[in-house]
């Protein structure tokens, strides 16, 4: 997805940190609040440990603490704020996710009471290299991008994009990680709407909470992606510009790289429906479809019942 060149954005949600001493390094930014216990959601071990990557894979639970991570918390960081152009969003990772960010922002802001959300707050973003603390554990570079409901946080080694393309055969492209962002931010919506915490998100298999729930989280990030051109900047530039079939395509190939039936072959397994926690690569393409033509009313992944999931 284009971002017009003369647009300029800034969010205060999204943070680069870099490891040092001191605390934010730029506009007087404070780290997370509402330090806690919680699972991440959105994790995914790249190479470390077979069965751990199963289970979180690219936007599941977060296991970095069996993979050697630690409780978080303990870092000293450096975080730097910075604001970009459209001309560097469509160059830079970074000021990619940043754009993708305000855009988020502005369509939740509109969008969340349509699903029952009325007291809507934005997450943060965490931009990394290697690796950085957070409520949930260490985030590091042997796993994907997740959410961390203690801090209302996402977490993302923008490595992460091109081990997709290179060792899991998606297409890539700027669209398709601006998806991954939109996934993690449906993952918030989840939490602030009560979903992550009614206790039948966890159970396993083709039809289980776990399943709905990452297809849940893909249909809200579809239903983003259909506006995400409406958004503007501060000087009511537009944004971006739509997304062409080319880059519905190659995100679709991400949704698609990322099925629990994919990855499973990948690794050299048979597929085992029963140890299911994302949905297959056909699941995950359909509902971040029915999103993009449905907006985020058409994503109650919940009450559909079993044979049409």
């Avoid at 450096?78 to 855009?103: K, L």
């Avoid at 946080?153 to 990680?177: C, K, R």
């Avoid at 009614?198 to 039809?207: C, I, M, V």
């Amino acid at each position: 997805m284009t971002f017009n060149d003369n647009s300029r954005f800034d969010s205060s949600n999204v943070r680069r940190r870099r490891s040092g001493s001191g605390s934010s390094s730029g506009g007087g930014r404070g780290g997370p609040g509402g330090l806690g216990k919680g699972g991440a959601i959105g994790g995914g071990g790249i190479v470390l440990v077979i069965v751990a990557f199963l289970i979180s894979q690219f936007m599941g639970v977060d296991l970095t603490g069996l993979v050697g991570g630690s409780s978080g918390g303990s870092g000293n960081y450096a975080e730097e704020d910075f604001e970009c152009t459209g001309e560097e969003a469509n160059a830079s990772i970074d000021c990619r996710i940043e754009g993708a960010a305000v855009s988020l922002e502005q369509y939740w802001a509109e969008s969340a009471s349509e699903i029952g959300i009325n007291d809507y707050v934005n997450p943060t973003i965490y931009l990394y290299e290697g690796q950085t603390d957070s409520a949930c554990g260490t985030a590091s570079n042997a796993v994907g991008p997740f959410y961390c409901p203690a801090d209302q946080s996402i977490y993302i080694d923008t490595d992460f994009f091109q081990i997709l393309v290179d060792q899991y055969g998606a297409e890539g492209g700027p669209l398709a990680e601006m998806y991954v962002v939109a996934h993690e931010w449906g993952h918030h919506i989840q939490h602030i709407g009560g979903i992550l915490s009614s206790g039948n998100t966890r159970d396993e298999g083709p039809t289980g909470g776990a399943v709905r729930t990452e297809l849940q989280a893909d249909c809200f990030a579809g239903a983003w992606m259909q506006n995400a051109s409406q958004s503007t900047d501060a000087a009511r530039n537009q944004l971006m510009k739509e997304p062409t079939q080319a880059e519905l395509e190659t995100t679709i190939s991400a949704a698609q790289s990322i099925g629990d039936d994919h990855l499973q072959e990948q690794a050299g397994m048979e597929v085992q429906p029963e140890s299911f926690t994302h949905g297959t690569s056909e699941q995950r393409t359909e509902w971040l479809m029915r999103g993009y033509e449905g907006g985020a009313g058409a994503c109650n992944t919940f009450t559909v019942p079993d044979s049409e999931l």
